[in-house]
Nanobody, 116 residues
Framework: QVQPVESGGGVVQAGGSLRLSCEVS????????MRWFRQAPGQARDFVAM????????TYADPVKGRFTMSRDIPKNTVYLQMNGLRPEDTAVYFC?????????WGQGTQVTVSP
């Protein structure tokens, strides 16, 4: 069973930085990509960033390009989301997702709040 566990959320002022972590409790060789999504109150869950577990290739949603960086630490089975230049509109619950091409595994989410 692949179980992502997020950490690192918190409250920060606009312009500040946070780093989210997502550890996969059991590394499954079938994990293809790891992704971050976010969901603001009353809004749909939106894609933020993804990384190919094997190649390290990353893709970002337009609203976060140039501000967020996703990376991975293979020995630690962990991915990170470095968030710089945070804005109030980045406030949301951030979810980590592990995709095996056939299944999606979700973490419980971590709250990120950016004050003006």
């Amino acid at each position: 069973q692949v179980q992502p566990v997020e950490s690192g959320g918190g409250v920060v002022q606009a312009g500040g930085s946070l780093r989210l972590s997502c550890e996969v409790s059991e590394r499954n060789s079938k994990v293809y990509v790891m992704r971050w999504f976010r969901q603001a109150p009353g809004q749909a869950r939106d894609f933020v960033a993804m990384i190919n577990w094997t190649t390290g290739t990353t893709t970002y949603a337009d609203p976060v390009k140039g501000r967020f960086t996703m990376s991975r630490d293979i020995p630690k089975n962990t991915v990170y989301l470095q968030m710089n230049g945070l804005r109030p509109e980045d406030t949301a619950v951030y979810f980590c997702n592990a995709n095996t091409l056939t299944d999606d595994y979700w973490g419980q989410g971590t709250q990120v709040t950016v004050s003006p």
